[in-house]
């Protein structure tokens, strides 16, 4: 029982020079949009249920403790029980383990949701880390359960699982098996818990706090981060530049700390994976992922192959609208020139993502509407909010939360499809309960990219200009070589500076050398990498929070582009399958879970499939040149 925030929720999806984030220069009014409702949960940070939830919890574990710990072995493999009887026992203990994980993911996920719309008040930032700090010291009272489950033969445990009181956590119990080989003795693994709170967390802490507290001047103006990032995709090109110029300028000012937080990171992973066994700087996220090497390294070669003729090809094809041979970095993402984008109001948003998901599914579309009748929904834009966009799950006996700053752009409804997307999947995941319902990083983004192309085909069929159409197509497109060839991109960068730093320190100038080696790489010859985008790298809460984390977009929106082909070649009776796929949530391997609809994640061909996808819309925006 590991409590992490990373653990609870999908983190933002950023690109450099991109996030969605307040404010946006125009006349669109986010001050009713609306907020979230806490009652299911608690009804402030004072709230003396917080206390009795804590308190209980505390009573379950010491109970859980003198039961079992020290004499699963006995309890387990004794004979003087039979199987049948033995397998009671487990089944029985899994199902407290269980509901202790509900009740404590419940506090943990109320402190970062309170924390998140507030991110820079000080007795919400306290809150967040005094609720941290004693869930880490009540979940390292339970490290043993896993520890000492692991120690009992493989075809003890095996035999127990064959019987019915079992069925349902088989999978989870199987998935314990798979850390054998990386578990520590007890001691050690309490150490580690312990200490996270002060090493990598604190560490992470003190990035997210800095990032939060930079301010980036442009003109008579203080701007945050995510303000600075908001008018990098301005429809002027001279206030992208201003934007762009004072965001690196701020990044270089703090060069010296990202550098040093990078680095110990860096090697706080390398010490962990050194005790623990891991021989690639990836192994430890792929094996969360409960995904091969094999796997990622035929997603990481097909996307790099592809290079030339999405990235590379696209950016070719914007420079030429833009009149220039070449984009600078800060037009990259900006709005095609002479193009009139109108706000679309959050109800309008609301009814066309209803609409899209209930031609697909009317239970997806009833699902989708508890989120906007219920207070499940956080999508107004003020001072000090989380920047980005996210979906919480929760814990199973509650539901999930959508976290949007919605700022009427076509953009955001994307934004808002694609979180109510993962909003839908929690939803029915929260059936496994909470040991299986959190799904492995690389189906995670399954639901939300799937929602999205729904909503994007759904409102490109309805535009009637070319100029729409077009404007459309190239956003689409731009999202979606931000998912897929920039998130390969960002892992290619992190793998490069986990290796460098087995060999030593890193210097900013190396970071830098890594970024600009890989952003090269991958945005091609015609885009320009201005002075000052070396220091681009030092804000991607990624690569600080969770190592390796953004190869999961590019696995999620190709695994999409290809389950969306298989629904257009055969519409009839893929919502079932689809919905089975979302249920399962971390109860089944992604092999078991592609094979109805055909789909083998570990032969390149199914990669090449889904970046044909991106293809095809770059093929369908140059046949509307000239219209």
């Known amino acids: 029982m590991r409590y992490t925030i990373d653990s609870f929720l999908d983190l933002p999806k950023f690109d450099t020079e991109t996030a969605t984030a307040p404010p946006k220069v125009g006349t669109f009014d986010a001050s009713s949009l609306p907020e979230w409702d806490f009652t299911g949960l608690y009804n402030g940070m004072d709230d003396p249920k917080i206390e009795q939830d804590f308190s209980q919890a505390a009573k379950d574990i010491d109970k859980f403790e003198k039961t079992y710990k020290g004499q699963l072995d006995g309890l387990l493999t004794s004979n003087q029980q039979n199987a049948a009887q033995r397998a009671e026992i487990l089944a029985t203990a899994v199902l ?59 075809a003890k445990i095996d035999e127990l699982l064959t019987f019915d009181c079992l069925l349902h956590h ?14 520590l003795s007890d001691e050690l693994e309490q150490l580690f818990a312990e200490k996270s709170v002060t090493a990598a ?40 530049k201003k934007a762009a110029t004072s965001l690196s300028d701020v990044l270089a000012k703090n060069k010296r700390l990202f550098t040093h937080v990078t680095n110990v ?27 091969e090497p094999a796997v990622v390294d035929a997603l990481e070669a097909s996307v790099r192959k592809a290079y030339p003729k999405l990235s590379h090809r696209y950016y070719a094809l914007k420079a030429k ?26 109800q309008d948003a609301c009814d066309i993502i209803l609409e899209a998901y ?83 990083l690389t189906l995670a983004e399954t639901a939300s990219v799937f929602g999205e192309m729904l909503t994007f085909r759904s409102m490109l069929k309805k535009t009637r200009s070319a100029t729409e159409k077009r404007s459309m197509l190239a956003s689409k497109i731009e999202d979606m070589l931000n998912t897929v060839v920039r998130q390969i991109c960002f892992y290619s960068f992190e793998r490069k500076v986990h290796l460098a730093r087995k060999d030593g320190e890193l210097t900013t100038e190396q970071l830098g050398e890594f970024w600009l080696e890989v952003s090269a790489e991958s945005l091609g010859p015609s885009v320009i990498l201005n002075e000052g985008y070396e220091h681009y790298w030092s804000y991607i809460p990624h690569f600080i929070r969770s190592p390796f984390y953004v190869y999961a977009y590019a696995f999620g929106d190709c695994l999409v582009n290809s389950l969306y082909a298989c629904y257009l070649a055969e519409p009839d009776g893929f919502a079932d399958k689809y919905f089975d796929l979302l249920k399962a949530g971390g ?35 140059e046949a509307l040149e000239g219209q």
């Open 587 to 621: 109860s089944q391997h992604h092999s078991e879970l592609l094979a109805p609809f055909g789909l083998d994640a570990s032969d390149e061909v199914f990669w090449d499939m889904g970046l044909e996808a991106i293809s095809v819309l770059i093929d369908e925006l």
């Open 170 to 183: 088989a999978p989870w119990l199987k998935d314990i098996r798979r850390e054998k080989p990386h578990q």
């Open 265 to 291: 990171l860096a090697k706080d992973k390398a010490i962990s994976d050194k005790w623990r066994g891991f021989e690639d700087v990836a192994a430890s996220r792929h094996l969360a992922n409960r995904v």
């Open 201 to 240: 967390g604190s560490w992470t802490r003190l990035f997210e706090e800095t990032m939060a507290s930079l301010q980036f001047k442009l003109d008579d103006q203080d701007l945050t981060l995510s303000q600075v990032l908001n008018l990098i995709t301005s429809p002027d090109g001279a206030t992208r």
């Open 96 to 154: 407290q383990y269980e509901a202790m994980s509900d009740l404590l993911g419940g506090i943990i996920s109320y402190a970062y949701l309170v924390y998140a719309q507030l991110a820079t008040n000080p007795e919400r930032i306290k809150f967040l880390g005094d609720v941290q700090e004693r869930l880490t010291e009540l979940g390292t009272k339970t490290l043993f359960f896993e520890l000492e489950l692991n120690r009992i033969e493989t």
């Open 358 to 440: 209930a031609e697909f599914s009317p239970e997806m579309a009833d699902i989708t509407a508890k989120f906007f009748d219920n207070g499940w929904i956080d999508a107004r834009s003020r001072e000090g909010k989380a920047a980005g966009a996210f979906a919480h799950p929760t814990v199973p006996s509650q539901h999930p939360y959508v976290m949007v700053n919605y700022l009427g752009r076509t953009r955001d409804v994307m934004t808002l499809a694609h979180e109510l997307g993962h909003g839908v999947h929690q939803y029915l995941a929260n059936q496994q309960g909470a040991l299986m319902a959190p799904t492995p």
């Open 321 to 346: 609208w833009f009149g220039v041979e070449k984009l600078d970095q800060w037009d990259r993402n900006a709005p095609l020139p002479n193009v009139e984008t109108p706000d679309i109001s959050y």
